[in-house]
């Protein structure tokens, strides 16, 4: 079975500077995997998804991920955050079979500051 | 507008009452699923179905039940057997297939009190 591991719990960063999340999975063969955003007491929002091909994926708000075999991660940046970008992120990792075997990681809690 | 509505956003609930939170989607997706969140943990599988009629156990599904009485329903009940339901519950849905995503409703949350 598959797993993920987001080692950060929670994170905080500036307004305007760059931000990575670190995401690292365990999975014997090439997984699906996406990132998720969640602002507090509401549901998820797809940010991006890999599923195959070019492995650094562009999502929405301006986040990115990059997807490394060799590092079992897909770890999401933006280069500059902003103040909205407060939220928990959730990486999940999907194996084939249908999205009910998609596991979720732990979450991060991003925290802007001024 | 397609999306998925979860209805109500809070309940509250006295122990030893069964409870049923609402999932409706209008993106005629044939899967759907119930999560649980909590602090800490992520999201939990508790159901899921990919069609009509039938649904199946996720990893958490002890003190819960569901139907799948039209495609575009998919209600959780939670039981009185749930020996901890105080939690926020997420309902998804998706096309069937591997290459998906899941879209989610905006939640509710549960209160035992």
Redesign the interface.
Known sequence: AQSVTQPD?HITVSEGASLELRCNYSYGATP?L?W?VQSP??????LL?Y?SGDTLVQGIKGFEAEFKRSQSSFNLRKPSVHWSDAAEY?CAVGV?????K?T????TKLQVIP | DGGITQSPKYLFRKEGQNVTLSCEQNLNHDAMYWYRQDPGQGLRLIYYSQIVNDFQKGDIAEGYSVSREKKESFPLTVTSAQKNPTAFYLCASSILGDLTEAFFGQGTRLTVV
């Open positions: 719990i699906y996406f998720y007491g509401q549901g998820l929002q797809l998804k599923f959730f084939r079979g249908g999205y009910q998609v979720f990681g732990t979450g």
